[in-house]
């Protein structure tokens, strides 16, 4: 079970956008920035978003970040083939004194 | 270019202990976290804890206190983790990765070493 929530999988048309929510508690997005991921299947984590809605360098304006309250959203724009992976949230936990992930989010183009 | 560079592959019997190496390059070593995060198969991303290679702090997942002890040697830039009493839960790929300096989050990450716990 984990401490952040995503919905197991989310799916649209190439072009079609998508939301990705991730809800959290007072004590991790509530109070902290969160940053999401993009997973390809048998690759390592890759950064997506950091401070809930910079993009690093190199990374598309297709992809963008958001927070509200407890909760934050990835977006993505323009779907691709190449979106497909998994997704996940992070952020730092006051109370857990730790950080939290979602428990991911596959992205299906189909 | 910033890189961290991980040890290859384990396989151990349960009850033993592993260590394992990220190796950083590409920019100042003592300037940014490192954490561990695992993945089991087919599963998500899982905090293990972090240390600060600077001023020598470590945080630890609760769950693996008692078990896990991370190290770093500055002259090497050279980050360690060693998880003793290992079961077959511990099975997982494992994941050093680089926290931003002055921003929240992951920006760069290992590749990963496979460690299969199995009798």
């Known amino acids: 079970q984990s401490v952040l929530t995503q919905p197991p999988s989310v799916s649209a048309a190439p072009g079609q956008k998508v939301i990705i929510p991730c809800s959290g508690s007072?004590?991790?997005?509530?109070?902290?920035?969160v940053s999401w991921y993009q997973q390809l299947p048998g690759a390592a984590p890759k950064l997506l978003i950091y401070?809930?809605?910079k993009r690093p360098s190199g990374i598309p304006d297709r992809f963008s970040g958001s927070k509200s309250g407890t909760s934050a959203t990835l977006g993505i724009t323009g779907l691709q083939t190449g979106d497909e992976a998994d997704y996940y949230c992070?952020?730092?936990?006051?109370?857990?004194?730790?950080?939290?992930f979602g428990g991911g989010t596959r992205v299906t183009v189909l | 270019q910033v890189q961290l560079v991980q040890s290859g592959a384990e396989a151990k019997r349960p009850g033993a202990s592993v260590e394992i190496s990220c190796k950083a390059s590409?920019?100042?070593?003592?300037?940014?976290?490192i954490h561990w995060v695992r993945q089991v198969p087919g599963q998500g991303l899982d905090w293990m804890g972090l240390?600060?290679?600077?001023?020598?702090?470590?945080n630890y997942a609760p769950k693996l206190q008692g078990r896990v002890t991370m190290t770093w040697d500055r002259s090497t830039s050279t980050v360690q983790m060693e998880l003793r009493s290992l079961q077959s839960d511990d099975t997982a790929v494992y994941y050093c990765?680089?926290?931003?300096?002055?921003?929240?989050?992951?920006?760069?990450w290992g590749q990963g070493t496979l460690v299969t716990v199995s009798s």
């Open positions: 990765a680089r926290e931003g300096r002055d921003s929240s989050g992951f920006d760069y």
């Open positions: 590409g920019y100042s070593f003592t300037s940014h976290y």
């Open positions: 240390v600060d290679p600077s001023g020598g702090s470590r």
């Open positions: 007072t004590s991790n997005i509530g109070k902290h920035y």
């Open positions: 401070d809930n809605d």
């Open positions: 992070g952020t730092w936990d006051s109370t857990l004194s730790g950080w939290v």
